[in-house]
């Protein structure tokens, strides 16, 4: 069995008392972005302080690095 990158989610989000992170994980490629854009601008918007984890993001290309 094969596991299809593109599906997997990429970004999830914790918002606490103090900071919200984005956890960001897999292909951060033009469509995987494209399909979480919306949810992390919003999260960025609504948080005080911010913090972006990284540390299971496998690719990153320039629509990632936006």
């Known amino acids: 069995m094969t596991t299809d990158r ?25 469509q995987n972005v494209a399909a979480c854009w919306e949810d992390a ?12 984890d990284c540390a299971r993001v496998d690719y990153c290309g320039g629509a990632g690095l936006a």
């Open 6 to 30: 593109a599906a997997e989610p990429v970004l999830r989000v914790e918002s606490g008392e103090k900071e919200t992170i984005l956890f960001l994980a897999g292909r951060l490629d033009d």
């Open 41 to 52: 601008v919003a999260a960025v918007r609504r948080a005080k302080e911010m913090r972006v």
